[in-house]
């Protein structure tokens, strides 16, 4: 799997310039927020972002990071929608997403023992992945991606509910971010 396609893809969906009132991430550039770039030592002006810069956050924050390098040699569909809504999300809850569904899926923990969710990838959530793919075979990845797809819909819904000019960007969300 090339990680340079999914940021080539993020970064085509996400655009340039953004400074949209309504959003409560703020100004981005490329997709990535003013906060992100801050926090990776970006100090010049969101609109100036190059877009060199705004890969390597993507790298080194949503998929080396999490260790979704990881993930992708067990599961690499399942590794692409883990970065995609690590991107949109945190790749923390993303990860947490991934490991809410290893546990529910785990048939009360006949399969394989529950695993903290912590939305860490470590020696356990990939020791659970394993597990349910040897368990459930061939169809077994493409459910998880499904679940993490219900579980991030679910949580764009909550969104909408609690903060009403999110509702403006639902939509979005779930045409382009789910499946």
Known sequence: MAVDR????VIEREGGFVDDASDAGGRTRWGISEAVARAEGYSGDMRRLPRATAVEIYRRRYWEAPHLDAVAAHAPRLAEELFDTGVNMGPAVAVSFVQRALNALNRGARDYADIAVDGRVGPNTLAALDEFLATRGSCGEQVLVKAVDALQGAR????????????????GWLANRIG
């Open 156 to 171: 764009y819904l909550r969104l909408a509910e609690r903060r009403p000019a999110n509702e403006a960007f639902l939509y």
């Open 6 to 9: 999914l940021i080539d893809d």
